[in-house]
């Protein structure tokens, strides 16, 4: 049984280029998690999907920010026109979505934005 | 609102011993889900423990329980015989009710805990 999985775990990219992370839940949850984490804090929600339906979004999550799930398994979470405050970890989570709902994560995507 | 408040930036503790990290929570719902999890050096984010608002007893999981103290709006995480592979951040969250698309967590600013030898 594995994991939830993401890549890349390091992205380097310069101020303006575009940047695509990826999230394998795990096997038949159907809730997938985006979360963002900046140094010294705790994470801060993005964006939830049960299936491939995108169900709330953060007021964070910005233009140039976008999220998709289309088949309901595998996630990618798309930052246009990088800034330097993007720079951070972005985590991944899934949910069974029956039972205890605890929410797994991945092991994180840093992102440093030079 | 929702809010979660960790009040210790830093805890040391010697190996062996137990050690208790605080948390309290600020919710309006009803019904919540109390978290704990340990993130280490490496980032990923590890589930450790979960109380739920009506459960009668305090959650336990191999050497980690909760102490969940409703009426004070507290749910501290007690770890048992630390071990040094203890050593790492842990954060507290919550969530609210399920009704809804209330399914975000909301976290704490974290406590970093180190174990001595």
């Known amino acids: 049984d594995t994991g939830v999985s993401q890549d890349p775990r390091h992205k380097i990219t310069k101020r303006g280029q575009n940047v695509t992370f990826r999230c394998d839940p795990i096997?038949?949850?159907?809730?997938l998690y985006w979360y963002r984490q900046t140094l010294g804090q705790g994470p801060e929600f993005l964006t939830y999907f049960q299936n491939e339906a995108q169900l709330e979004k953060s007021r964070l999550l910005s233009d140039r920010f976008s999220a998709e799930r289309p088949k309901g398994s595998f996630s990618t979470l798309e930052i246009q026109r990088t800034e330097q405050g993007d720079s951070a970890m972005y985590l991944c989570a899934s949910e069974q979505g029956e039972g205890e709902n605890i929410q797994y994560f991945g092991a994180g995507t840093r992102l440093s934005v030079l | 609102a929702q809010k979660i408040t960790q009040t210790q930036p830093g805890m040391f503790v010697q190996e062996k011993e137990a050690v208790t990290l605080d948390c309290t929570y600020d919710?309006?719902?009803?019904?919540?889900?109390l978290f704990w999890y340990k993130q280490p050096s490496s980032g990923e984010m590890i589930f450790l423990i979960y109380?739920?608002?009506?459960d009668q007893q305090n959650a336990t999981e191999g050497r980690y329980s909760l102490n969940f103290q409703k009426a004070r709006k507290s749910a501290n995480l007690v770890i048992s015989a630390s071990q040094l592979g203890d050593s790492a951040m842990y954060f507290c969250a919550m969530r609210g009710s399920h009704a809804g698309n209330n399914r975000k967590l909301i976290w704490g600013l974290g406590t970093s805990l180190a174990v001595n030898p």
């Open positions: 919710t309006s719902d009803p019904s919540y889900g």
């Open positions: 096997s038949e949850h159907n809730r």
């Open positions: 109380q739920g608002s009506y």
